[in-house]
């Protein structure tokens, strides 16, 4: 009895070196208001039908929480969410990075709404130790080729990976390979939708550079990023698919995202990372696998900005995935809880994390997956 017990555990509890461990979030927009609090902020000038400075959005957060020391250490940026990002035994950091990071003042034309980051400001990154950036949204090429140049070139000057951006198709199409000692490959394939808002024209093609871009979410289009995805997975490989798809608002989630995504898992992707949406969507686990069909944001200048009180953007989840490392199969999910105040992340309260709770449980009830809130103050899926 008691040797059959410890098998039963053991085949339920991996030992750690059998797991991977994955911090995820969705959108990390560090340009606009928050390059203007970094220690080298650039130019502030912005190109928007009402906000013409950046620094606009500064005294919006500051008229909301109160005054805001200027410069806001790298460090300070994180807060209390920094100690999760660099815990013992987290093996890969993803984000997705929304925002260009150059000094380039040619914004691209007849778009509203412009990101970047002075490239001075990269140490934001460096400290969190973020090893992948995924880029193919709808702000990475708000300053032209020559911004995608520059946000490229100190990305790799920084030692970060990146993904879903490249000189032509092929490239912007190719994963970023991550190695784990001990455990292998994660490899991140960064795919941006246009219902993201992407403009066609920043499609990567055999001859442009881009965004590896969808022209659709039909299972013919799931079949080809599959098959590309086949082309470059190795025996043990964990695949995960970064997609930024959808609206910035709304709990709904579209049908042809699900079968996209049921779709990219019957094929071997291992996860979903899901974001665009400004606030905290739907998870769902199918044949064991995990699907993020809308993470949030994580870092913004949002603060102050009236309108979508209800969903209450202030307040943002890390995840915290464990995947073992042969399967692929979703071992546990943690996440966790914090609240944007004064450009800083700080440990949510009790009572907003249980809002949250309450909320995730209403949202993936369809999906069979729930929420418990734990008390150290964060949450766990439960499927």
């Not at 093996?91 to 990101?115: C, F, G, M, Q």
């Not at 990219?264 to 979903?272: A, F, Q, R």
């Amino acid at each position: 009895m008691g040797v059959a017990r410890a098998l039963r555990v053991h085949a339920v509890v991996p030992a750690a070196e059998d797991l991977v461990t994955l911090f995820l979030c969705g959108d990390v927009m560090t340009g606009r208001g928050v390059d203007q609090v970094l220690p080298h902020p650039g130019s502030p000038v912005l190109h928007e039908p009402y906000i013409r400075d950046a620094r606009e959005y500064v005294k919006l957060a500051e008229r909301a929480n109160g005054a805001v020391a200027r410069p806001v250490e790298f460090t300070s940026l994180w807060g209390q969410a920094l100690g999760e990002l660099l815990a013992p035994g987290v093996d890969v950091r993803i984000i997705n990075l929304e925002t260009s990071i150059t000094s380039n003042d040619k914004a691209w034309p007849d778009k509203e709404i412009h990101y970047r980051m002075h490239p001075d400001n990269i140490g934001v990154l460096a400290v969190a130790r973020i090893d992948c950036c995924c880029v193919a949204n709808n702000h990475v090429l708000d300053y032209g080729d020559a911004g995608l140049r520059e946000t490229l070139q100190t990305l790799e000057r920084a030692g970060i990976a990146h993904a879903g951006v490249g000189p032509c198709a092929m490239e912007a199409s190719s994963p970023a390979i991550l190695e784990v000692p001990g455990k292998g490959r994660v490899l991140v394939f960064a795919i941006g939708s246009i219902t993201s808002g992407i403009p066609p024209e920043w499609a990567a093609t055999a001859n442009r550079a881009g965004v590896n871009l969808l022209p659709d979410l039909t299972e013919h289009t799931a079949d080809r990023v599959a098959s590309a995805i086949r082309e470059m997975k190795l025996p043990g490989d964990l695949i995960v698919a970064s997609i930024h798809w959808g609206t910035n608002w709304g709990y709904a989630i579209a049908q042809e995202h699900i079968r996209f995504a049921h779709r990219l898992i019957d094929e071997g992707v291992d996860l979903i990372h899901g974001h665009s949406s400004h606030h905290p969507k739907a998870c769902e686990v199918y044949r064991e696998r995990l699907i993020l069909y809308g993470c949030g944001d994580f870092l913004d200048d949002y603060e102050g900005i009236s309108g979508y009180e209800a969903f209450r953007t202030d307040l943002r989840l890390g995840y915290l995935i464990r995947l073992e490392r042969e399967s692929g199969r979703l071992h546990a999910a943690r996440l966790l809880p914090v609240q944007l105040k004064r450009f800083s992340l700080n440990r949510a309260s009790p009572a907003d994390a249980a809002w949250l709770c309450d909320l995730l449980n209403s949202l993936c009830a369809p999906f069979g997956a729930h929420s418990q809130l734990l008390p150290e103050v964060a949450l766990q899926l439960g499927w």
